[in-house]
């Protein structure tokens, strides 16, 4: 009947919750702005402050979702201004492209 504790092996990243990527990072003290940050930029934060290469996959897509949302506001003035200038087609470009941009926030969310 030892006491002996088992060597509890660190979970991989991607499989840690939000809350508990917050706690891992708040340890490191190169990062800041912990909770204003989501699981993606936890990880990537996490990641790059041990020196770990991010492999490609959900966490290293080409535009995050908040990226996405800023292309989205500004063809949505650009759509509105259109619009106001009675310019049908270019209308059309603004909200085919916005909807292609909301399909890619869905897919990296």
Not at 5 to 23: H, I, S
Request: aromatic share 0%.
């Amino acid at each position: 009947m030892g006491s002996k504790k088992k060597e509890t092996k660190e979970k991989p990243l991607d499989k840690l919750t939000a809350k508990e990527l917050r706690e891992v990072a708040k340890e490191i003290p190169g990062i800041s702005g912990v909770h204003g940050m989501n699981k993606i930029e936890l990880i990537g934060a996490v990641k790059k402050a041990r020196g770990i290469a991010e492999t490609p996959g959900k966490t290293g897509a080409d535009d995050s979702v908040r990226e996405l949302k800023k292309k989205i506001r500004v063809l949505k003035r650009a759509r509105q201004e259109a619009l106001s200038a009675q310019d049908s087609r270019k209308a059309t470009v603004a909200r085919r492209r916005i909807a292609r941009l909301k399909k890619r926030t869905r897919k990296a969310a």
